[in-house]
């Protein structure tokens, strides 16, 4: 949490952005347990999340895929799902593909 706090308080460095992809995506996987999507940051880390069907082997079926820029504005409530769909931010694959009604993980700032 003290590296998402860095980071919106406009701190840049690669290891306070990297910790704070990375809790937030522990975050994601916490709030909708399950193995149906698969939530990619590179070069930072990716999660699976949304119960249903599981995947075991190969590309997943529902991948979703951004930039750590665009994913701590989603997960930080500064991005809407909607907003970073039209500018072209995020890649979804699948029909499962979406993380739409589970975003914002923390609350914008006031």
């Not at 119960?51 to 190969?58: A, D, I, M, S």
């Amino acid at each position: 949490m003290a590296a998402v706090a860095i980071v919106r308080a406009g701190g840049a460095a690669r290891p306070a952005k990297a910790t704070a992809v990375r809790y937030l995506l522990e975050e994601l996987a916490a709030i909708a347990p399950g193995n149906t999507v698969e939530v990619r940051v590179p070069p930072f880390g990716a999660t699976q999340c949304v119960e249903g069907p599981r995947h075991t082997r190969g590309t997943p079926p529902n991948v979703v895929e951004m930039d750590p820029e665009t994913w701590l504005g989603l997960a930080t409530g500064e991005l809407t799902w909607d907003a970073a769909v039209d500018a072209a931010r995020v890649t979804a694959s699948g029909s499962r593909a979406t993380l739409e009604g589970l975003l914002p993980i923390l609350r914008p700032r006031d």
